[in-house]
């Protein structure tokens, strides 16, 4: 994505030094565009940890890093993996990059083998990432364009949930990507944002870079979605996942199922986007099966923004109530009208989804499928 009329990714190894891994930190943006060198896999897990990046797949390509970079200083490969799967336990493409970077170094004999194995791994996980977020565009992009033909070109309403834009993978982003290529199609396209509340990574970098490009958008306060469905105002809700069970249920940031039920009461289509490493092949049941992360109360309880020309925060609450700060929630299958993935459009349930994936079963373990050998994403 372009930046200032510049091509960047969200990572990326630092031109002329590859022992350093370059990254933007999200933290300082909409204010300021920060870029980060990071040199250890300890300050890749921080980087994750702390939210300079997020996002599933850029989660899941910092980690492919991350272990390149404990490659690369000699680090305990298996101390490395442990930290750097503790830091975001909800995102599945964490532990799934990870897991590809160990199987994949398993071959190599040499330390200098183990460096361009980890290179050349971690350099395919941001690659395929970026590719397979272009063809979600490409297949969401039917979406769009059916309901701009029903429109008869009048806009088309998208309202999105956090941010699963380039910024929450290596480029074009999931929910967002059919919205930039219906956008550079010329299509008439207006995006409703939701804030996001608590650290606001909808007004704060769907906002950023949907502007970026170019594409109408409103920031809407959390609770407003509803009312814009009653209203006949949103054609389509999009969102992203950090993990999604071989079944079909979804877990995405926090909100993200109160916008499914409104979306079932006045009939929007719910669609969720994602690549196939943000599916987990093990889990059948999202509610009793995926872990929701608790984050710091601090986050609830404060809020940063800018003003007189610098960063503050500020404390939004009475100093002592107590916060709760679950992550993310779980958005059943039922309540879902379709997966957007790179192979295509399926629908969100065990049948359809292993028909698009078919070599995720080679066998089977009681009711859970058993993954061959090669990987889908």
């Avoid at 196939?276 to 999202?286: E, K, Y």
Wanted: aromatic fraction near 6%.
């Amino acid at each position: 994505m372009n930046v200032r009329g510049q091509h960047f990714r969200t990572i990326w190894p630092k031109a002329g030094d590859e022992r350093v891994v370059q990254l933007i930190d999200q933290r300082f943006l909409p204010h300021r565009f920060v870029v980060e060198d990071v040199t250890t896999a300890a300050e890749m897990a921080t980087a994750i940890r702390d939210m300079h990046v997020r996002g599933a797949g850029l989660i899941g390509a910092a980690a492919g890093y991350g272990m390149y970079l404990a490659v690369v200083k000699g680090t305990d490969l298996a101390a490395a993996a442990e930290l750097l799967k503790a830091m975001r336990p909800t995102a599945v493409n964490l532990a799934w990059a990870v897991d590809r970077q160990i199987r994949a170094l398993s071959q190599a004999v040499t330390p200098e083998e183990k460096i361009l194995i980890a290179r050349t791994t971690a350099t395919e996980i941001a690659d395929e990432d970026a590719e397979h977020c272009r063809l979600i565009g490409l297949h969401g992009l039917e979406l769009i364009q059916q309901i701009a033909a029903r429109k008869q070109g009048r806009r088309v309403n998208v309202l999105t949930h956090c941010n699963a834009g380039w910024l929450a993978f290596v480029d074009h982003g999931s929910a967002t990507a059919p919205i930039y290529a219906a956008h550079d199609e010329g299509l008439a396209v207006h995006v409703w944002v939701d804030e996001t509340r608590p650290r606001n990574q909808g007004s704060k970098l769907t906002a950023w870079e949907l502007g970026e490009h170019g594409v109408a958008h409103t920031i809407i306060a959390d609770n407003t979605g509803g009312h814009l469905m009653q209203r006949g105002e949103v054609d389509l809700v999009i969102v992203g996942t950090d993990r999604t069970t071989y079944t079909g249920d979804v877990a995405n940031k926090i909100g993200t199922y109160l916008k499914a039920l409104a979306a079932k009461d006045n009939d929007v289509p719910f669609y969720v986007a994602l690549p196939s490493s943000s599916f987990d092949w093990t889990m059948r049941d999202g509610l009793a099966e995926i872990p929701i992360e608790e984050r710091g109360a601090e986050e609830v309880k404060h809020a940063d923004g800018w003003a007189d020309g610098r960063e503050v925060e500020v404390r939004v609450t009475p100093e002592s109530s107590a916060a709760a700060n679950y992550g993310f929630d779980v958005t059943p299958r039922r309540l879902v009208t379709g997966l957007i993935t790179e192979r295509g459009i399926c629908e969100a349930n065990e049948e359809s989804i292993l028909a698009l994936f078919p070599e995720r079963v080679v066998g089977r373990r009681g009711d859970t499928p058993v993954a061959g050998l090669q990987s889908c994403a």
